[in-house]
């Protein structure tokens, strides 16, 4: 399913209060302007793909970055409202707290990660392991997202408008995932779920913060299973045989082994003893046979 088509960005909430530009300003000095401000509205141009930018916002500040960016973008964001105009790679919005993390392009891995709270959309395609490890933040896609997406999600909603990859939702907790398009597999433990009235009102608060159209009535949710909380055996008693079994193979494996070296032993020591006694000998025999010889000094006196 093609994604919906994105609305129309929410206006600034004020004018601007300043330019960083990035060809001009260090990505540090640019942060550390951001981490200062207590309110207004900042403008990022030219960020030529940069890691980490407009990371770690803690105050009710607005943040537009014109161009795309490089890996956690907005990472470890605890308030305010980041917008980005392009692309951005790994980690968007890594370990968000609340607040708001918009990209009107696609994002590549891991968008989301580990999200405790807040808002993340992402307008175009998200790519593998979007949310992976989610603990209550809320994301919406508005095209697809790739492969095992909320991998162990704990908490938080992961709603998609196209379609999800294979092994979504692979030994997932008890996240919510909302998916309108098609879904190649699931993953371990993650059925599909009815959707009661609860789950459409959740469903229509997200659609409507995200601006990107949809009715909750389009989607197919899913959740865990809950059969990975507990280990469980089907015949303990042919468990615990096996385990036995094993055991004493392994036993036996490891006296195998060791008689075999304690023999290899044995016969080292005897060659070597062997050996010694043969050059002991060839040495006896040697002083021998010198000590036979009369020197050639001596047999020309006995003739005088």
């Known amino acids: 399913m093609s994604k919906t088509k994105a609305a129309k960005p929410p206006p600034l909430p004020g004018p601007v209060s300043h330019t960083f530009d990035l060809s001009e300003t260090t990505l540090r000095e640019m942060n550390h302007a951001l981490h200062q401000a207590e309110s207004g509205t900042f403008a990022v141009v030219n960020p030529r793909g940069a890691h980490a930018v407009a990371a770690g916002i803690f105050t009710d500040i607005d943040v537009v970055v014109n161009g795309s960016v490089g890996y956690y973008c907005a990472g470890m964001h605890q308030h305010g409202r980041v917008r980005v105009e392009g692309n951005a790679s790994t980690g968007l919005a890594e370990n968000i707290m609340s607040g708001e993390v918009r990209i009107s392009g696609n994002a590549t891995m891991s968008a989301g990660a580990t999200g405790c709270g807040g808002l993340v959309v992402v307008e175009g395609n998200a790519g593998a392991r979007c949310g992976i490890s989610m603990k209550g933040v809320d994301i919406v896609v508005g095209g697809n997202v790739g492969h095992m997406s909320a991998f162990m999600a704990q908490a938080g909603n992961l709603v998609v408008l196209g379609d999800a990859d294979?092994?979504?939702?692979?030994?997932?907790?008890?996240?919510?995932?909302?998916?309108?398009?098609?879904?190649?597999?699931?993953?371990?433990?993650?059925v599909e779920k009815p959707i009661e009235a609860e789950h459409r009102d959740v469903l229509e608060r997200l659609l409507t913060a995200a601006g990107l159209g949809?009715?909750?009535?389009?989607?197919?949710?899913?959740?865990?299973?809950?059969?990975?909380?507990?280990?469980?055996?089907?015949?303990?008693?042919?468990?615990?045989?096996?385990?036995?079994?094993?055991?004493?193979?392994?036993?036996?494996?490891?006296?195998?082994?060791?008689?075999?070296?304690?023999?290899?032993?044995a016969t080292k020591k005897r060659t070597t003893k062997k050996q010694s006694s043969q050059e002991s000998s060839s040495k006896k025999s040697t002083t021998e046979k010198r000590s036979t010889k009369q020197p050639k000094n001596t047999k020309k006196g006995a003739k005088q």
């Open 166 to 190: 294979h092994d979504l939702g692979d030994s997932i907790y008890e996240a919510e995932l909302f998916v309108r398009g098609t879904v190649a597999s699931l993953g371990s433990d993650c």
């Open 214 to 265: 949809g009715r909750p009535e389009q989607f197919r949710r899913f959740g865990s299973a809950r059969t990975l909380y507990n280990f469980a055996v089907d015949d303990i008693d042919a468990e615990v045989a096996g385990t036995s079994r094993n055991r004493s193979k392994n036993t036996k494996t490891k006296k195998k082994a060791s008689a075999k070296q304690r023999g290899q032993s």
